[in-house]
């Protein structure tokens, strides 16, 4: 699959004991980035190459927006009370 090129110039920032680029919100959306996506950098001939090596860490909230109870099955669709709740 190929991607449109994207390009954005960027400084190097000092951050805490490092550095670090932002990526713009163009960068990280044609590149399928997102928060908590695991990355690796390497050093390569031609500069610096970071190259995605996971799917991004979900926040609860984002994986509750997510959930459809008819594909998962209805685990936490509501119902009534069942078991010791039954007073």
Known sequence: MTTASIKAQQTI????????VRL???IARAARLA???SVSVE?????????VTGKP???LAQKLK????VKHGGEVAESGRVGAEIF
Do not use: I, M, Y
């Not at 920032?13 to 670090?20: F, K, M, P, R």
């Not at 050093?43 to 190259?51: H, I, M, T």
């Not at 997510?66 to 109870?69: H, I």
């Open 35 to 37: 928060q908590g996506t």
């Open 24 to 26: 713009t919100a163009p």
């Open 66 to 69: 997510a959930f459809d109870p």
């Open 43 to 51: 050093v390569v001939d031609e500069g610096v190459l970071l190259r």
């Open 13 to 20: 920032q000092e951050w805490g004991n490092g550095l670090a």
């Open 57 to 59: 860490k979900l926040t």
